[in-house]
């Protein structure tokens, strides 16, 4: 796969070598809620993922990528899922693993990259997210790079004490 560049990061093809990052990440409760994880994963399944991430997305129907600094730090994932070829979209997912990572633009730019890969090479017509209604910095950075809310999700989500709402972003390719 062709690395996706930008300015400050860049976007790789999952390698085995990314095998503790992912454990770390996958394995990290206080993340779960995020992704709608409720186990742990070991690993040895963590390692089989990354033997057939390079699955193409055609087949697979998602694809992963690492989020890397120019100093070539892995830093984050970022994730296209529930590939729709028939109807031209796909649902974007995006994370920073450490906090004194965030906020300095390497999601903007990642987000940036993946849209633009996602309609420029894939060709599809719309991409969409699922954020939670509390989380203010993901809202601010969809919303940033072109994503609308279309609809809210109520008591969508369950953390074992409580409900959420969940939104659902989407930017059309116009």
């Not at 790789?12 to 709608?36: G, K, M, Q």
């Not at 894939?122 to 809202?139: D, F, G, K, M, T």
Request: aromatic fraction near 12%; glycine fraction near 6%.
């Amino acid at each position: 796969m062709v690395t996706l560049k930008g300015k400050h990061i860049y976007l790789r093809a999952l390698e085995p070598e990314d095998l503790d990052f992912v454990y770390a990440i996958e394995n990290d409760t206080s993340l779960w809620e995020l992704s709608d994880t409720q186990t742990p994963y070991s690993r040895f399944l963590i390692k089989q993922y990354l033997e057939n991430a390079q699955q193409d997305i055609f087949e697979a129907k998602q694809l992963r990528l690492a989020i890397c600094d120019k100093n070539d730090k892995t830093i984050g994932l970022i994730d296209v899922f529930e590939f729709d070829v028939k109807n031209k979209r796909a649902g974007i997912g995006i994370l920073i693993q450490n906090e004194s990572d965030r906020f300095k633009g390497s999601g903007k730019e990642a987000l940036e990259l993946l849209v633009n890969y996602c309609f420029k090479s894939l060709h599809l017509h719309q991409v969409y997210a699922n954020i939670s209604e509390s989380n203010l910095a993901s809202l601010k950075l969809f919303e940033g790079n072109g994503f609308k809310i279309i609809g809210l999700k109520n008591d969508w989500s369950y953390d074992g004490k409580q409900f959420s709402n969940e939104y659902i972003l989407q930017r059309i390719n116009e």
